[in-house]
């Protein structure tokens, strides 16, 4: 029985220490990291918002592939007919097939612009609860600087695990209280 508490001492110990020097890490490098699309990913509501624009996206989607299909038709109908035309009746077509293509580019560019915004209405309310708890935490910290390693452009290639405020911040999002910071 002794061996087993003197064990089970040892771990609590073990960990104590090592939580502390996590925090002591964090507190002594006054830099942190985070994975935002992980947080994203993981925040509460977020399979939701995700699950809304998808639905909503597929019927611009299927919009953009009737467009697509008809201007193809038109295509293959002016191509197949091509050599019996006139001059003019081509080069009328030719004009029509154009302008077809530039209303097709122009629809597109519109569902993809209103894709865009329709998934920044979407996911703004829960990057902007995000932002709060990680000021939260870096306030707390007493950090300087939380550096992102999903963004484009990240150079950071290695860093302590100890650094890392992905798990903190997702608990934190999800309500959980953390008995010790990580």
Known sequence: MARWAMAALAVIVAAGIAA???????????????N?????RQTPGYASAESTFTA?????????????????????DFDQQSIVLSPSSRQDKVQEIQTMQ???????GELQQRAQERRAELVAPLEERIQTVIDGVRAERN????????????NIIAADRALDLTPTIIRRLRGEQTSQPQ
């Open 20 to 34: 502390r020097s996590t925090r002591r890490a964090q507190e002594q490098s006054h830099i942190a990291y985070l």
């Open 36 to 40: 935002s699309e992980v947080i994203l």
């Open 56 to 76: 909503e996206m597929s019927a611009f989607q299927q919009e953009v592939e009737t467009l697509q299909q008809q201007l193809d038709s038109v295509v293959r």
């Open 102 to 108: 530039q209303r097709f580019q122009q629809r597109s």
């Open 143 to 154: 950090l300087a600087l939380i550096f992102d390693v999903a963004s484009p452009g990240n």
